[in-house]
């Protein structure tokens, strides 16, 4: 029989860990799983979406199901997987699809609550670069591309980002917009959305290694709570503008121990997501 | 009438110099096997087809097989770039190559407007996207039943399209199960089609289980054994992913000189994928084993007469 390790159990809400027994990627990642509570379906993109969906199944989002672009509905996966297409989504799955069916019927059906993505660069509207640094017809440097995300940014429910930040990736301006955001504010994008159809009302968190962000009434990123061992200075010169700070600005929660169980022992031993 | 054959004899008669080709897989089941006889037979000015061009395609395109790519994503997932690739589009070296890019849906779409012989795709996808602008062949539809606008993308008939599968007969009836990317409208989509399978098997297994026909072989012009011919992509239930050789990759496909090196050692230098798996010796292969079975149940069609 497979011999599979048992699913974890959801973290009780214990001792938290000191703030120099966490990194700053750990801190991310347990921010962003967090914001997953009580969501039902998740669509997870390549990368650190993939650590932080996993660790929320484990902990503050048991129920959560799993949608995976490459064709798994209800991923269970003993071992986190390093691509999402490894065979550890498959096996125990509640489902298989073809990937015509997952984008059709799953995503442009609407069954999709949040989408998870990671970029290269990102606005103040949360609109996306994952394309091309430069010129799209001469590249500075030539990245990934769409994917999946241009799709999930329109048509899953809400819209949920994860990366760490700097200011060639926190952007004035975006070199290239693959995946739509707020466009050019709230007013604007909530008007073209309606014209358009889309499904999606667009992205509503971003994780960064310092803080997290929601979106506010002018569909503009605000720094709503900064992680432990993080300041103002630091989220100032990484970003490409002057950001909002909520009044009165939160302090992130540090991981707790069980949060740190997780990872470092059952999600990312070898530290592949979090070094 | 057995389609069974060599893969070099296969690759010989299906694959042309300027075809339009698509080795599919989303992940799962990547004929790296039949990528790599191209490699060996010195195909020329390819159009290369598949959503995530993968390390398939990076050795491919580093091989000079290849003019353009037809893609959705490329990179090397979770570990970093294609970067035989991105030479040939950053710098032009040693040469241009084309791009002709969509998103993952409307790649399947495009295979499946292909298979099925329509004119276009529709989606809802595209909105407020640099993408059409990237690409003039995204274009906007209006709905001819109302003011609704979607995307449209064209239909993707490639020449020839390999598949990988767990198993399939002689006559090319093919069964597979995990992740099936598009393999299927891949298929359907193409002029000619080479399945790649771990094991041949009677007639009587894949009519056991008809469900599990995700290609018949009315569409299949070749069918190729060749057990760890997905290597080092995996096989579900076969082998596991070789996720060791994803990341080691990165530094090969860093420098173009140990690039050329590892395709002289690793697809010039051997005959093919038999000695390709021994050379990666018994202690590797072994260690890509599953680690336990988990079998499907069976289920009772019942018989009828």
Redesign the interface.
Same mark, same amino acid.
């Given at each position: 029989?497979?011999?599979?390790r048992p699913v974890g159990q959801p973290a009780a809400s214990g001792s938290a860990a000191p703030a120099s027994a966490f990194t700053k990627s750990e801190m991310m990642i347990v921010a962003a799983a967090r914001e997953l509570a009580g969501q039902r379906v998740c669509f997870v993109g390549? +990368?650190l979406p993939?650590i932080a969906v996993n660790l929320a199944r484990l902990t503050v989002a048991p129920t959560l199901e799993l949608v995976y672009?490459? +064709?798994?509905f209800g991923s269970k996966p003993p071992r986190l997987? *390093?691509?999402?297409?490894?065979?550890s989504i498959?096996?125990?799955a509640t489902a298989?699809?073809?990937?015509?069916e997952l984008?059709?019927f799953y !995503?442009?059906g609407g069954l999709v609550d949040v989408g998870f993505l990671g970029a290269a660069q990102i606005d103040r509207f949360g609109n996306i670069n994952s394309?091309v640094i430069g010129d799209?017809e001469h590249?500075?440097?030539? *990245?990934? +591309?769409?994917? +999946?995300?241009?799709?999930i940014a329109?048509?899953a429910r809400q819209v949920f980002v994860i990366m760490r930040q700097s200011k060639r990736s926190f952007v004035d301006k975006i070199d290239?917009?693959?995946?739509?955001g707020n !466009?050019g504010g709230a007013e604007a994008a909530a008007r073209?959305r309606r014209e358009?159809?889309? *499904?999606g009302s667009g992205p509503s968190v971003v994780v960064t290694d310092l803080g997290i962000y929601h979106f506010d009434d002018a569909g503009e990123m605000r720094l709503d709570s900064i992680h432990p061992g993080a300041t103002l200075d630091q989220v100032r010169e990484t970003i490409g503008w002057d950001p909002k700070v909520a009044e009165p600005l939160a302090v992130t929660r540090p991981p707790t121990a069980e949060e740190m169980r997780l990872i470092r022992e059952e999600l990312d031993p070898e530290g592949?997501y979090t070094k | 009438m057995s389609k069974v054959a060599s893969m070099r004899d296969a690759v010989a008669e299906v694959v042309h110099d300027g075809d339009v080709v698509a080795i599919e897989g989303?992940?799962?089941l990547i004929s790296f096997a039949a990528g790599h006889e191209i490699i060996r037979q010195r195909k020329r000015d390819l159009t290369l087809a598949r959503?995530?061009p993968d390390l398939i395609y990076d050795q491919m395109v580093a091989a000079g097989t290849a003019r353009k790519l037809i893609? @959705?994503?490329?990179?090397n997932?979770?570990?970093g770039?294609l970067y035989a690739?991105?030479r040939r =589009?950053?710098s032009a070296d040693p040469a241009p190559l084309e791009l002709e890019?969509? @998103?993952?849906?409307g790649m =399947?779409g495009r295979y #499946?407007a292909g298979a099925a012989n329509l004119p276009f795709y529709p989606?809802? @996808?595209?909105?407020?996207?640099?993408?059409p602008?990237?690409n003039p062949l995204i274009r906007p539809i209006r709905s001819p039943y109302g003011d609704? #606008?979607v995307y449209a993308v064209p239909p993707l008939k490639p020449d020839v399209t390999v598949v990988h599968a767990q198993r399939a007969d002689a006559e090319g009836n093919t069964q597979m199960?995990?992740?099936?990317?598009?393999q299927?409208?891949a298929a359907f989509a193409a002029e000619r089609v080479i399945i790649v399978v771990e094991e041949l098997v009677d007639e009587a297994v894949i009519r056991a289980d008809p469900n599990r026909t995700v290609i018949p072989g009315l569409i299949v012009d070749a069918v190729v054994v060749e057990p760890w011919g997905a290597h080092p992509s995996?096989v579900?239930g076969s082998y596991?992913?070789d996720?060791r050789f994803?990341r080691d990759w990165e530094g090969i496909s860093k420098d173009a000189t140990t690039t050329q090196a590892w395709l002289d050692e690793w697809v010039y230098g051997i005959s093919g994928r038999a000695e390709y798996v021994e050379k990666l010796g018994a202690e590797r292969v072994a260690a890509l084993k599953? @680690?336990? #079975?988990?079998p499907s149940g069976s289920v009772d069609y019942g018989t009828y007469r």
């Open positions: 029989m497979s011999e599979q390549v +990368g993939n672009e490459s +064709g798994a997987p *390093l691509s999402i297409g490894d065979p498959v096996t125990g298989i699809v073809p990937m015509f984008f059709s !995503l442009q394309t799209y590249p500075k440097t030539r *990245l990934p +591309g769409s994917g +999946g995300a241009c799709e329109i048509n290239f917009r693959t995946s739509p !466009l073209i358009q159809g889309w *499904l592949a | 989303f992940t799962h959503l995530t893609f @959705s994503w490329l990179g997932p979770g570990v770039g690739i991105r =589009v950053e890019e969509y @998103s993952h849906f =399947v #499946t989606l809802r @996808s595209y909105f407020e996207s640099d993408l602008k990237a609704e #606008t199960w995990g992740l099936l990317g598009c299927k409208e995996y579900q596991d992913r996720n994803y599953p @680690s336990g #079975t988990a």
